[in-house]
T-cell receptor, first 114, second 111 residues
Framework: AQSVAQPEDQVNVAEGNPLTVKCTYSVSGNPYLFWYVQYPNRGLQFLLKYITGDNLVKGSYGFEAEFNKSQTSFHLKKPSALVSDSALYFCAVRHRSNDYKLSFGAGTTVTVRA | ETGVTQTPRHLVMGMTNKKSLKCEQHLGHNAMYWYKQSAKKPLELMFVYNFKEQTENNSVPSRFSPECPNSSHLFLHLHTLQPEDSALYLC??????????FGPGTRLTVL
């Protein structure tokens, strides 16, 4: 069965510093990987996805993620964090192209201090 | 939000009540989903509908009853719930198996 792990419950960074949110996955075959963000009292918003091709994927709000097959990782990154990036971030995996089910990680709370 | 609306946004109900959650998507998607989000737990997929047909029931108790009359609307009928069912219930939609777009959720409290 497919699964993802987000090893950090919380990430704290200063505004302007690089932000990294970690995600590792476990799936047989080629993974389809996603990042979502959730602001307080809101639903999840799609940030970016990796299906195939370039290992570096660019998404919304200046975020990007790097797919690393050998390390089975898909870490989310932003070169310069903003206070408004403070939110809950979820990694998710789908293990077949026609599979509607996503498996989500437990989430990582990001706090960016001014 | 992103074209997926949910009503009500907040709901408080007793264990003997019957209520329904509504979800509507304006994105032309064919698939719709119900998720349960509880504090400190991963998102739990409850139901999946594809072109109005239920394709997934993730061992959800029968006190939760979904209904999908068309590809744009999804309901979750609730009856005789338990306090542990208190959570944020999220609806999502997608075009085929592409990325899912979520509604703002219904915060449910069962007394």
């Amino acid at each position: 069965a497919q699964s993802v792990a987000q090893p950090e419950d919380q990430v704290n960074v200063a505004e302007g510093n690089p932000l990294t949110v970690k995600c590792t996955y476990s799936v047989s075959g080629n993974p389809y990987l996603f990042w979502y963000v959730q602001y307080p009292n809101r639903g999840l918003q799609f940030l970016l996805k990796y299906i195939t091709g370039d290992n570096l994927v660019k998404g919304s709000y200046g975020f990007e993620a790097e797919f690393n097959k050998s390390q089975t990782s898909f870490h989310l990154k932003k070169p310069s964090a903003l206070v408004s990036d403070s939110a809950l971030y979820f990694c998710a995996v789908r293990h077949r192209s026609n599979d509607y089910k996503l498996s989500f990680g437990a989430g990582t709370t990001v706090t960016v201090r001014a | 939000e992103t074209g997926v609306t949910q009503t009500p946004r907040h709901l408080v109900m007793g264990m003997t009540n019957k209520k329904s959650l509504k979800c509507e998507q304006h994105l032309g998607h064919n698939a719709m989903y119900w998720y349960k989000q509880s504090a400190k737990k991963p998102l739990e997929l409850m139901f999946v509908y594809n072109f109005k047909e239920q394709t997934e029931n993730n061992s959800v108790p029968s006190r939760f009853s979904p209904e999908c009359p068309n590809s744009s609307h999804l309901f979750l009928h609730l009856h005789t719930l338990q306090p542990e069912d208190s959570a944020l219930y999220l609806c999502a939609s997608s075009r085929l198996a592409d990325e899912q777009f979520f509604g703002p959720g219904t915060r449910l409290t069962v007394l």
